[in-house]
């Protein structure tokens, strides 16, 4: 399935609901620039093997690109185009002066060794840097990369060009530049979102059921934080498999990350220390977790989770996007149909390039915050992007990834138009 084609008829979708001017939409379905690069790496072993690397620049009409960096072994150019392409509409959706880009490399990083991860984020920053930099394309943590490897990355780029360039990429370790907060923004900005929605629905978050699937580090700081605030966690799963808690019990995230790290995978039963409770809780694959009873399912895992096959048997009131993707287009309508309210991934994990944003601007003033200032910017972004998006919701009588796209089409339309046409 093609994301890039699903996120393509995301934007012709939206594009009825508003004057957008004809040659902005031509412009918007194509990215600014595509750049691949082979790179071949020497092994531990001595052999060499090559890797397909690829950083898609999409739109640059309301500021420098910005988006992650993925090592994923399905990565490919149209998935990066069409992640590329979330990115110009999620930090229009919550109003920070950033355009949007993706980048990414072909390569299982579970099997490589630190060195040859090292060697080749190295080898793939040396081809970008004419690209790349703060006031071109700003790069950043996705899946499977971290603040270790956005290390790798401003020091290659700092080596080459001779001088010290925090601001190449967001999601530094602290040491170099990074930002407090950061690391468990994308969650943090999750559960504003969360926050919002329970209280437009007239949930009770003590009584609110959560499922969340992925267990990655937005999955994960979702969970915990959800917890945290009091939310009922009932449902957890990784790639390998998940838990579910049959009698709507809900569950410490930590518990079941202490686990994951003793055992290596999340498993049926749910252990606080050596004291396990595999009566109550249950394992279930990450296909059955999806249509597993809950209030709200948090999908924080990949693309194309919820398609027109499973979305008639989703039992959720509402669904939060923490990944890029993971709703296809048929499967929106069939959900809105049947009145299920999907919270789009351009709004619900929009925290992240917010926080980014943030580290961009802490880097360039070379003055810091701490976490709390952090959280204090945070949140009034994440709910006011928010509520704008509802309104805009109900004014249109459209979804909200729809109302989402209008209102960052809008604001890209704009500083397209002002740049003038010749
Ligand atoms: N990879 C994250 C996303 O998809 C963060 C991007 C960033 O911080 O630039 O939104």
């Known amino acids: 399935m093609s994301v890039f084609t699903n996120a393509l008829s995301q934007l012709k979708k939206a594009s009825t609901y508003i004057n ?23 092994m531990d072993n001595g052999s060499t093997r090559v890797f397909d690397g690829y950083r898609v620049q999409y739109s640059s009409a309301r500021g420098p690109y910005k988006g992650g960096l993925r090592y ?12 590329a392409f979330w990115m110009a509409i999620k930090c229009a959706v919550v109003g920070i002066p950033l355009g949007g880009g993706k ?19 190295r080898a793939f920053t040396r081809r970008l840097v004419p690209f790349i930099g703060p006031e071109q394309d700003v790069l950043a943590p996705d899946v499977n990369t971290n603040p270790e490897v956005m290390g790798w990355l401003v020091d290659e780029y700092s080596k080459v060009t001779g001088r010290f360039v925090p601001a190449v990429a967001t999601g530094k370790p602290l040491a170099l530049g990074g930002s407090q907060g950061r690391t468990a923004a994308t969650g943090q900005g999750g559960l504003f979102i969360l926050n919002e929605l329970v209280g437009k629905l007239k949930l009770d978050p003590k009584k609110t059921r959560i499922i969340v699937q992925g267990f990655g580090n937005v999955g994960y700081y979702f969970a915990k934080l959800a917890h945290k605030a009091g939310y009922k966690i009932i449902g957890l799963s990784d790639s390998k498999g998940g838990i579910y808690s049959n009698g709507g019990a809900g569950m410490d995230p930590d518990h079941i990350m202490q686990d994951k790290k003793a055992r290596g995978i999340i498993a049926g039963c749910y252990c606080v220390g050596s004291v396990c409770d595999c009566e109550n809780y249950r394992s279930m694959t990450n296909k059955q977790i999806l249509e597993a009873p809950t209030d709200i399912l948090v999908l924080a895992a990949m693309e194309n989770q919820i398609t027109r096959e499973n979305a008639g048997r989703i039992k959720a009131k509402a669904i939060i996007e923490m990944a890029n993707g993971p709703t296809t287009p048929e499967a929106d309508i069939k959900l809105a149909k049947r009145g299920v309210i999907v919270v789009p991934d351009v709004l619900a994990n929009a925290g992240g390039v917010t926080t980014s944003y943030f580290e961009m601007v802490q880097n360039l003033q070379q003055y810091y915050w701490t976490e709390a200032e952090v959280m204090q910017k945070l949140k009034p972004i994440m709910g006011q992007a928010f509520k704008q998006v509802w309104q805009k919701a109900e004014a249109l009588k459209v979804d909200l990834r729809i109302a989402a796209f209008v209102l960052a089409l809008e604001r890209i339309a704009e500083a397209i138009e002002v740049r003038g046409k010749y």
């Open 103 to 121: 980048g990414g490399i072909a390569v299982d990083p579970k099997v490589l060794s630190q060195g040859e991860l090292e060697r080749l984020t």
């Open 20 to 42: 957008l001017p004809s040659r902005v939409q031509e412009i918007l379905k194509k990215p600014e620039r595509v750049l691949q690069f082979s790179i071949p790496i020497t």
């Open 72 to 83: 994923h072994p399905k990565v490919n150019l149209d998935e990066v185009k069409a992640l």
